[in-house]
């Protein structure tokens, strides 16, 4: 085991440079394009493709005797394109619907793939061991004359991507677009089509019928939650795709016993898990932070209109003890004292002797609380027929998301058609605002 | 007639799709006995509103009481046509089976509709003029033979409260007729009927009740009283546009929460 | 004591798995839940390879709950990636079947010792050794195993099914209105995936992970060609299935190849038959109606032409044939097939090497050409220009039925088309 991976490291073995530089171009080329068939939604039709290719494999090889990559992966070309064509016609002139169809084409082309290698491999006209690498992939097999092959595809692919590229890219976000461009949607497609089934058939070999399709979708997903540019995605997709080959087939060159494909379709996962907890914007973590922020926020708002509110009410400016504020807030004394803390640490409140009084800072921050609290009730007062006792708590919800911009129109809105005089709707002086309506008393 | 035997009453109702609110603190009583249009501008929460009536749709506030009671227990007595493109009219199933549906919710689970349902149903078809349709496999039926089948099957549920999403999309002029007027006799006989409507010409002509909504309830009340030129223009008008921003910036800051 | 032959045991395993797929794929395909069972039959494999190596047996019990356990967490994490982080739904069940898949070949294959299960098994069973895995009973033998654990998956599918027939049915159909008459519809959902993972399971051994999926989608698929009532779809779908186990069977020891494969080949090519000929859905049905039609318009097309010189003429008019297959505007082979459908109707009579209408045949082409004007009239009046009316006209005269004819000759009452060519009475 060491040994085999001490010669994997060292690159000696001229071997061992196909096999490896094999599996970065099935990897890579399967982000490249697997990035446009999940936005296309095509990503399970390339599963359908896949499958349709093993009777292609087989009757390639009974047609010719020969093993040699460039026949198998021809026939293996035909008989997926047979097979993506007739899930169209199904989908297209029958009431099964895609789903079923994608399941149809899948599973019989597989099913007569499968008897046409036992046929193979019984009647001992050749042995399987040839053919049977298609299923789950093998790439401690690819040779140097395999490896031209897939070069030339690979290159074709690239060649073709780079040339079409914005017209795919129109097509994923705005075929509508493209059409009215002059340009045919559906050639637009067939030619997308052609790519994936051409990234099918370079990872035949070493990754098989079964799995190629997750060397497609994986990376992708992945790719997706890192960017929202689709320069970026393909790229990323690439990298992950080529990084997954690469890691892949090392592994299973550890245990040749393992095929390859599964493996390297392990490792596409893992970096679709690590990018869906991770990455920055999308990923799971970086979400539950934003939750956690947006929580102890709005809790932080509460607290200063409640100080505010206090001191309205009961027209004094002074420290308020800790169980004025959980009334107040309709929260625990311990909620309380630990959001007061926090708002201690930003500067926004002072305390002394468990008691807590707005500073300047606060003040300000609070009353912009207040006044969003009090515009927006008016305005669902007025313009909706609420009752008075139910603005209080929408209202609640939404004052923590006002932009200035939305309270700059509600000012303009209530004055103009209520006569309110936004600068009253707060009043620390008298007993209470005149404006205030609803409230938890 | 007391406050708690209204058929339908909501209480400070929101709800919210992802996050976003769609449809803010609705406070509505139906009396019994009215043949109902909720009309209002595309997006203005419709059909949202009649599915939170029924449970389909999580509430994110308030509450809905039918005669005074949770819709669980009552739900036997709401009967429900869905908009027309909710299900797949290729399915392998006959115009009767669908009506048949309607029983279910009587029959229980398990057990197999019998005799008497297949009456009912029955009779419903011939109610909306389908009775020689019952064997024909839907597909095969017009776009207004498939809303009555649909209206059928609300009235094999022999209820007393029906909802109505759309019953008249994409209809011809003779099924439109002949719902309409099978609506009004449904009236006669006391049940409530809330219809969820597009065409503003046939309001008054259809509707002794309506409501009507733009992301909040703008008024609710007998049409001669409340469709007027004033609540028409603020349901239409397009001036909520500091509420939909409202929703839109809670969808944003929220979409982070999920 | 009767001998019974392995392969009667060998068929006897399929017929049972193929008709428990059967019953439980139709629902599938009309749900459009067919990816969702691939995903799930794939998938399950983890937790079948699990189970066999804690319980070192392949006891029926452990590997359900390790697949069911699967199952369920296929199901759960396509819908959290699908709604919580917004990857598109084939992309989810793409990335979650796949991993799960590859986590369970990885497994077997490296633990080949402990696992009696091979690649081969995954992808297309064992069903060939059925008749040699017994279930004993003491010293006696009660049969071969994979019969008794198919035979109760398929009694328990069967009695499930029937039990809450209804409800699957109105889930399947409109689950919207399911759930307001109280079925919940979230609950027969999981139902029936768990009597797809039981299958999944029970089949597995015999037919492998990918041609369950055959089985479970194609002969519902098939069925669905075929009939408009769900009861029969269902009970062609479990026939189309098990016949293909028993032709598949056959066909394999001739072919000398898997049996498994040999099945899915015979129940893609009865979709194939189905694709074809089926009577509504077949492709070759509607060829058929789409050259029953064309035949109807050259019949009309030479019709007219007859009937409008006779009117110029003021008489019965004659034609040359060739003359009068030129005017039908279609395809030379088609007009001259209309041609003799029209002698065959005795609609048109040959005289001295020249055609004209008989009086039966006058009679459809006058009842033609009135529907042709009444539209043109018809369409004038809704505001189209003269010269706009007549090529409308000409597609509509074919389709016009005896109502609305009816309804249009009320609404035009005129005895003038717009170019003021009268419009023939009715009958």
Redesign the interface.
């Known amino acids: 085991m060491l040994e085999n991976a001490l010669r994997f490291m060292t690159l000696a073995d001229a071997n061992v440079r196909f096999v490896l530089l094999g599996s970065l171009l099935i990897g890579a080329t399967g982000g490249l394009l697997g990035s446009f068939a999940?936005?296309r939604?095509r990503?399970?039709v390339g599963?359908a493709l896949a499958?349709a290719a093993l009777p292609g494999v087989a009757l390639a090889y009974l047609w010719t005797g020969s093993k040699a990559l460039p026949v198998l992966l021809a026939g293996a070309t035909v008989s997926g394109v047979l097979g993506v064509l007739l899930m169209q016609f199904?989908i297209n002139?029958?009431?099964?619907?895609a789903?079923?169809?994608?399941?149809?084409v899948?599973?019989?082309f597989?099913?007569?793939?499968?008897?046409?290698?036992?046929?193979i491999q019984?009647?001992g006209s050749g042995n399987q061991s040839g053919l049977d690498k298609f299923?789950?992939g093998q790439a401690a097999s690819l040779v140097e004359d395999d490896l031209k092959v897939m070069s030339v595809l690979a290159g074709l692919i690239i060649l073709v991507l780079v040339l079409f590229f914005k017209e795919f890219k129109a097509l994923i976000f705005d075929p509508s677009f493209l059409q009215s461009l002059g340009y045919s949607t559906r050639w637009i497609d067939v030619l997308l089509m052609g790519l994936i089934a051409l990234t099918v058939m370079v990872g035949l070999q070493a990754v098989g019928v079964?799995?190629i399709?997750?060397m497609?979708?994986?990376p992708?997903?992945a790719a997706?939650?890192w960017t929202e540019q689709l320069n970026k995605m393909v790229l990323l997709a690439a990298a992950f795709g080529g990084a997954s080959g690469i890691v892949g087939t090392f592994i299973s060159s550890l245990?040749p016993?393992?095929?390859t494909?599964?493996?390297m379709?392990?490792v596409a996962?893992f970096f679709?898990v690590v990018s869906?907890l991770l990455a920055p914007k999308?990923g799971v973590l970086?979400?539950g932070l934003?939750?956690q922020h947006?929580a102890r926020r709005e809790a932080q708002q509460h607290f200063l209109r409640a100080c505010i509110e206090l001191q309205e009410k009961l027209a004094q400016q002074r420290a308020w003890a800790i169980e004025e504020l959980a009334i107040e807030m309709g929260h625990s004394p311990d909620k309380v004292k630990r959001i007061g803390r926090q708002l201690e640490k930003a500067g926004l409140v002072l305390r002394q002797d468990g008691r807590f009084s707005l500073t300047e800072a606060g003040l300000e921050e609070g009353l912009f609380v207040v006044k969003s609290h009090r515009l927006?009730e008016h305005?669902?007062y007025y313009?909706?027929?609420?009752?008075a006792d139910?603005?209080d708590?929408?209202a609640d919800?939404?004052e923590?998301?006002?932009?200035p911009e939305?309270i700059v129109?509600?000012e303009e809105?209530l004055a103009r058609e209520r006569g309110i005089d936004t600068e009253q709707i707060i009043n620390l002086h008298g007993t209470g605002s005149q404006y205030r309506r609803g409230g938890r008393e | 007639m007391s406050q708690n035997t209204h058929p339908i009453q909501i209480h400070d109702m929101t709800i919210a799709y992802h996050k976003k609110p769609v449809l803010w603190d609705v406070d509505l009583d139906v009396p019994e006995g009215q043949l109902v249009g909720i009309i209002g501008p595309n997006g203005a929460g419709k059909s949202t509103m009649i599915k939170a009536i029924m449970d389909l749709v999580p509430k994110a506030s308030g509450w809905v009481k039918i005669y005074g009671k949770d819709y669980g227990e009552m739900r036997k007595i709401i009967g429900y046509v869905p908009q027309r493109e909710s299900v797949d009219w290729d399915f392998p199933i006959s115009a009767l089976d669908v009506v048949l549906m309607g029983r279910y919710g009587h029959i229980g689970w398990m057990r197999r509709p019998g005799k008497e349902d297949r009456c009912i149903a029955r009779e419903s078809l011939d109610k909306v003029g389908m009775g020689d349709f019952a064997e024909r496999q839907i597909s095969q039926l017009s776009g207004g033979q498939q809303q009555r089948v649909f209206l059928a099957r609300a009235l094999a549920q022999d209820a007393r409260i029906y909802m109505m999403d759309e019953p008249f999309a994409g209809v011809d002029a003779a099924t439109e007729r002949a719902i309409i007027d099978i609506l009004v006799t449904l009236r006669e006989q006391g049940k409530t009927i809330l219809v969820v409507h597009h065409d503003l010409q046939t309001v008054t002509e259809y509707f002794n009740w309506v409501i009507m909504l733009n992301m909040r309830v703008v008024a609710s009340g007998l049409t001669r009283e409340v469709f007027t030129d004033e609540n028409l223009q603020k349901t239409y008008g397009g001036r909520l546009t500091v509420l939909s921003q409202a929703a839109q910036a809670m969808a944003e800051q929220r979409r982070g929460d999920r | 004591m009767i001998e019974i032959s392995g392969s009667f045991w060998i068929v006897l395993t399929g017929v049972l798995a193929t008709a428990s797929c059967g019953l439980l794929g139709t629902f599938l395909v009309l749900r459009k839940m067919s990816l969702l069972g691939d995903a799930l039959s794939h998938a399950v494999l983890p937790g079948i390879a699990i189970a066999f190596l804690l319980s070192g047996s392949r006891a029926i019990v452990p590997m359900f709950l390790g697949a069911t356990l699967f199952g369920l967490v296929t199901t759960l994490l396509v819908e959290a990636f699908h709604k919580k982080w917004q990857v598109q739904e084939d992309a989810s069940i793409g990335v979650v079947f796949t991993a799960l898949f590859a986590l369970g070949v990885v497994l077997i294959t490296a633990f080949a010792g402990q696992v009696d299960l091979d690649q081969e098994c995954v992808l297309y069973g064992e069903i060939a050794y059925t008749p040699w895995d017994l279930l004993l009973w003491g010293e006696y033998s009660l049969g071969p195993r994979p019969v008794w654990i198919l035979g109760g998956v398929l009694a328990v599918n069967l009695l499930l099914v029937t039990l809450f027939y209804k409800e699957l049915k109105i889930a399947s159909f409109d689950p919207a209105m399911a759930v307001s008459v109280g079925i919940n519809a979230t609950l027969i959902h999981y139902l029936l995936m768990a009597m797809v993972s039981l299958t999944t399971v029970a089949s597995f051994e015999s037919v492998g992970a990918i041609l369950v999926v055959a089985m479970l989608i194609v002969p519902g698929a098939t069925a669905y060609l075929w009939s408009d009532r769900l009861e029969v779809v269902i009970g062609l779908a479990m026939f189309f299935g098990m016949s293909s186990a028993v032709v598949g069977y056959y066909l394999a020891s001739y072919w000398d190849s898997s049996i498994a494969g040999a099945m899915v080949v015979v129940v893609g090519g009865i979709f194939l038959f189905s694709l074809l000929f089926s009577p509504n859905q077949g492709v070759l049905s509607r060829l058929w109606q789409r050259l029953q039609l064309s035949l109807q318009v050259a019949q009309d097309h030479m019709l007219l032409a007859l009937v409008r010189r006779d009117e110029e003429v003021e008489e019965r008019a004659r034609l040359r044939p060739d003359e009068l297959v030129g005017s039908a505007a279609v395809l030379g082979i088609l007009a001259q097939m209309a041609f003799r459908r029209l002698r065959w109707r005795r609609l048109l009579q040959q005289v001295d090497g020249m055609v004209e209408l008989s009086a039966a045949g006058e009679q459809v082409a006058l009842g033609l050409l009135r529907k042709h004007r009444l539209w043109e009239t018809y369409m004038n009046r809704l505001g189209l220009p003269e010269d706009h009316v007549h090529a409308p006209a000409d597609v509509i005269e074919h389709f016009i039925s005896a109502e609305l004819e009816a309804e249009l000759g009320a609404e035009v009452g005129d005895e003038r088309d717009p170019q003021g060519k009268q419009i023939p009475p009715s009958g």
């Open positions: 999940v936005l939604r990503s399970l599963d499958h199904i002139f029958t009431r099964i619907k789903d079923a169809a994608i399941g149809i899948l599973s019989v597989f099913g007569i793939g499968i008897v046409l290698l036992t046929h019984r009647t299923l789950f079964v799995l399709a997750a497609l979708i994986t992708a997903v997706r939650f245990a016993r393992i095929p494909g599964p493996v379709v392990l996962t679709f869906a999308r970086a979400r934003r939750r947006n927006w305005y669902l313009r909706t027929i609420l009752d139910h603005v708590r929408p919800e939404v923590h998301l006002l932009t939305i129109r509600l809105i």
